[in-house]
């Protein structure tokens, strides 16, 4: 039945955002499951791209949420961080290297990652991170602001994506 499928979906890199979306979601009042939103983890930045097509092309609208892992300047991997950042924003129209951190129509790009951009402070792994959150964010006055601009982009969201396959020459 139609109810089965989603009719937006968010699409993240992992565990984290998985466990904390929802509890932001819940603190601000927003049922994004009624709303028909569900939050897909991809696996890893590098599988983005390849979610966002294949979603689109079942003419589900996305909005991808993902880490622009500032921090790996000038180190080992920070070619390979600037080419998954490619992967994505060039789907957006965007010849950045980096995100600007900023909610756009379709997408977040942290500039660094969403460990920074929680206020709890410090580094922590999914579920760490998340029971830090819980204990941290206790009430919608305390969700950072980009989780209440994410949700106005979700509405505005359409129903339904256009192809991305038939954009592309």
Sequence with gaps: SEAMFARKVILVEG?????????????????????????VRCGGKSEIDRFYRLYSEFGIPCFV?????????????????IDKNHG????????????????????LGFEYRLEENLSI?????????YIRTKEAITSADKVPAWVSEV???????????????LKED
């Design 15 to 39: 565990e984290s955002e998985s466990l904390i979306l929802p509890y932001f979601f819940d603190l601000l009042g927003y049922d994004y499951i009624a709303e028909g939103v569900t939050i």
């Design 65 to 81: 949420i993902f880490d622009g892992d500032r921090q790996n300047v000038g180190k080992g991997d920070e070619k390979s961080t």
């Design 88 to 107: 994505i924003l060039k789907m957006f129209g965007c010849a950045d290297d980096f995100p600007d951190g900023t909610v756009h129509e379709n997408y």
């Design 121 to 129: 402070g410090g580094k922590a792994k999914a579920l760490k991170l």
């Design 151 to 165: 949700i106005e982009k979700l509405k505005l969201l359409p129903n339904e994506a256009e192809s991305v396959l």
